[in-house]
């Protein structure tokens, strides 16, 4: 049984299918989730540079990134799931290194994640989260493609790790 369910969030459609994912499952097992957010600093020290523009930016990365938990989190609520939601914040830290350090304190017994399902030069230049995170823990990790292929089913294809 699953009791606590970790479920890192970013917006994406990937992501809602991962929370989609982890609502149903928490659903049915009356388990309990925590959304993780996390603003990744890096991403304004290679755009925007020093200045009042760099922490105007930063602080529209918190108030979005909260938008998307409080979304999450009023989600989970009206179907009945006990939510909680934690914005975290990077600066040199990648994000599946927050998600993993999450996992640790936290100790949930499924992380769920959508992904974007990348491969190839994307995934190379791009690097996956969800990879690192599969790699990088005990804990069993339940990855939620949000794109879909051509030959595809309806919903969304379901991958499960237990690394």
Not at 45 to 48: P, V
Not at 52 to 55: G, S
Not at 75 to 80: D, F, H, N, S
């Given at each position: 049984m699953y009791s606590k369910i970790l479920v890192p969030i970013d917006g994406s459609a990937a992501s809602r299918a991962g929370l989609n994912e982890a609502i149903?499952?928490?659903k049915s097992q009356g388990s309990r989730i925590r959304l993780v957010h996390i603003v990744n600093d890096v991403i304004l020290?290679?755009?925007?540079g020093s200045g009042?523009?760099?922490?105007d930016a930063l602080e529209v990365l918190r108030r979005a990134g909260q938008g998307i938990l409080?979304?999450?989190?009023a989600?989970?609520?009206?179907?009945?799931v006990k939510a909680e939601s934690l914005l975290l914040e990077s600066v040199a830290e990648?994000?599946?290194d927050l998600i993993i350090a999450q996992a640790k304190?936290?100790?949930?017994?499924?992380i769920v994640m959508g992904t974007h399902g990348r491969r190839g030069l994307a995934r190379l230049v791009m690097g996956s989260d969800a990879e690192s995170v599969v790699r990088s823990t005990t804990i069993p990790v339940l990855l939620v493609r949000g794109t879909l292929s051509r030959s595809a089913p309806s919903r969304s294809t379901v991958k499960a790790s237990a690394a």
């Open positions: 149903r499952i928490a020290e290679n755009g925007y009042v523009y760099a922490t409080d979304a999450a989190q989600l989970a609520q009206r179907e009945g990648s994000a599946a304190n936290w100790t949930p017994d499924l």
